[in-house]
């Protein structure tokens, strides 16, 4: 085994192959554009350190749109955000307007409007307004934004891996059925909850591909080129890294 450093000076990683043949496209999870005093499962991004990150990717990188066109020719970025809470409107669109930047939002449709809070925000009934979601009329600002691109998350945001075929199915199918409704428009991809290897599985896909949603992703760390699975594209969860940390984070996508 190569020793990291060495690794890293030369760069030549797990994503080397592939690298030497077409460059990348990396696509990056994001949850929340919040402050929260207690966030143990690390969904929020600072509003602060967001305008960094945001700020690094447009000055160096080509920022693509997960339902765009992908052409592989130089190392690219995507953006997206999983669950649907209404933090992304009110403080990631701003910076996102800010900086020009093309965003994906997955929504978990059977949460709209923040009856009830997600499990791991204490399922309350209603949600508490830090954990708010998006309500259908913020749905449908978002999806007549023109750097905004909306996608489903299922339904009721299960383990898919866990259901038998016809309620992965009906998760999937009425799940973005329900959002399309919601903003009146027809959506083309979707995300999948948890999003692991053991999360999902071939059936899923299927499903996905059957709809013909024009992708899918997933949540576990990865590059996307030509030859990925669309119905299964890799993502990195970003943390509440500060400008250093998401410029070292960063690099490794793109060469360990
Ligand atoms: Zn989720």
């Known amino acids: ?19 030497l043949l077409q460059a990348p496209v990396i696509v990056l999870c994001y949850h929340r554009v919040a402050r ?17 990150q945001m700020k690094f990717l447009r000055d160096n990188f080509p920022v693509l749109r ?9 190392c690219s970025f995507v953006i997206t955000f999983d ?29 709209v409007g923040g009856a009830r809070a ?13 954990h708010r979601q998006l309500s259908a009329d913020e749905l449908r600002q978002l999806a007549g934004d023109p750097l905004v691109t909306l996608g489903s998350h299922t339904l009721t945001h299960p383990r ?6 016809a309620e992965q199915e009906r ?7 329900t959002l399309e409704e919601v903003v009146g428009k027809k959506l083309a991809v979707m995300s999948y909850p948890f999003g692991n290897h ?22 576990y760390p990865g590059q996307a080129h030509s030859w990925t699975d669309p119905m299964a594209v890799p993502r990195h969860v970003i943390r509440d890294y500060g400008a250093r940390e998401f410029r070292e984070r960063l690099f490794r996508f793109r060469f360990l």
């Open 66 to 74: 997960f339902d765009g066109e992908w052409f592989f020719k130089e």
């Open 36 to 52: 929260l005093e207690h966030d143990p499962h690390q969904l929020a991004v600072s509003p602060e350190n967001f305008q960094e």
């Open 171 to 177: 998760e999937i199918l009425a799940g973005h059925r």
């Open 198 to 219: 053991g999360d999902f599985d071939r059936n899923c896909r299927e499903i996905c591909r059957q709809a013909g949603f024009m992708r899918a992703a997933a949540n």
């Open 160 to 165: 898919l891996s866990e259901l038998a075929p």
């Open 118 to 130: 997600f499990p791991w925000d204490g399922n309350d009934v209603p949600a508490r307004p830090e």
């Open 83 to 111: 669950d649907g809470y209404a933090d992304n409107l009110h403080e990631a669109l701003p910076v996102l307007h800010e900086m020009g930047l093309p965003a994906t939002i997955f929504v978990s449709s059977g949460f």
């Open 1 to 19: 085994m190569i020793p990291k450093k060495i690794r890293r000076l030369f760069q030549v990683g797990r994503n080397f192959p592939g690298n």
